[in-house]
């Protein structure tokens, strides 16, 4: 994405080595075009939902996303595999 103008590298004061990847002008125009573009998709795909529905959901995701992340790949690998 560097190559193509979209991000750029910038030093980060949180860390020495690491650094921040930060949007170009170019990339900023790109990803918020990307986000009016998507907004029918969503909308149409929470169609009918109620707002405690929409919320229950993201609660469920939120939780099997913490999972995955900590539990790494002896989620994906299952229980007779062990890590």
Same mark, same amino acid.
């Given at each position: 994405? &560097?190559?193509?103008? %979209?991000?750029? $590298? *910038?030093?980060?004061? @949180?860390?020495?080595?690491? *650094?921040? =990847? =930060? $949007? &170009?002008?170019?990339?900023?125009?790109?990803?918020?075009?990307?986000?009016?573009? *998507?907004?029918?998709?969503?909308?149409?795909?929470?169609?009918?939902? &109620?707002? *405690? @529905? =929409?919320? +229950?959901?993201?609660?469920?995701?939120?939780? %099997?996303?913490?999972?995955?992340?900590?539990?790494? &790949?002896?989620?994906?690998?299952?229980? +007779?595999?062990?890590?």
């Amino acid at each position: 994405m &560097t190559h193509e103008g %979209l991000v750029a $590298f *910038q030093p980060n004061p @949180q860390h020495k080595r690491a *650094q921040l =990847v =930060v $949007f &170009t002008d170019r990339g900023r125009i790109l990803y918020e075009r990307a986000l009016w573009l *998507q907004r029918p998709w969503a909308a149409e795909l929470a169609h009918g939902l &109620t707002g *405690q @529905q =929409v919320a +229950a959901a993201c609660d469920v995701l939120g939780t %099997l996303l913490e999972r995955l992340d900590i539990g790494g &790949t002896r989620l994906m690998m299952g229980p +007779a595999h062990p890590a």
